[in-house]
């Protein structure tokens, strides 16, 4: 079993940045693929980024492109977002998802995922 817990969600302005992190439980996070979706209020959820294992094989959402960037600790158990060039359409519920094997783009294809946390960029 693994828990996700994900921090450093807020209220930014427009242009601003910030850093998720999200920590998880266990001795075997280097062993999962890692990711982060969203979902806005009244919309259905968003592949935002994937991180393999090792960190070498990373994938974005077109909306994120060139403006967000995920990596990892494997030696700390946490995977972090960052986000820069923020928008109003930023504005969600982020989640923390893990699954074994390969990273992917499918809600659907992660085991486990975090409570969330709240990101709201004003413009």
């Known amino acids: 079993q693994v828990q996700l817990v994900e921090s450093g969600g807020g209220l930014v302005q427009a242009g601003g940045s910030l850093r998720l992190s999200c920590g998880s439980s266990?001795?075997?996070?280097?062993?999962?693929?890692m990711g982060w979706f969203r979902q806005a209020p009244g919309k259905e959820r968003e592949f935002v980024s994937a991180?393999?294992?090792?960190?070498?094989?990373?994938y974005y959402g077109d909306s994120v492109k060139g403006r967000f960037t995920i990596s990892r600790d494997n030696a700390k158990n946490t995977v972090y977002l960052q986000m820069n060039s923020l928008k109003p359409e930023d504005t969600a519920v982020y989640y923390c998802?893990?699954?074994?094997?390969?990273?992917?783009?499918?809600?659907?294809?992660?085991?486990?995922w975090g409570q969330g946390t709240p990101v709201t960029v004003s413009s």
């Open positions: 991180i393999s294992w090792s960190g070498g094989i990373t």
């Open positions: 998802v893990a699954r074994t094997g390969i990273p992917a783009m499918a809600a659907s294809a992660y085991d486990y």
């Open positions: 266990g001795r075997t996070f280097g062993r999962y693929a």
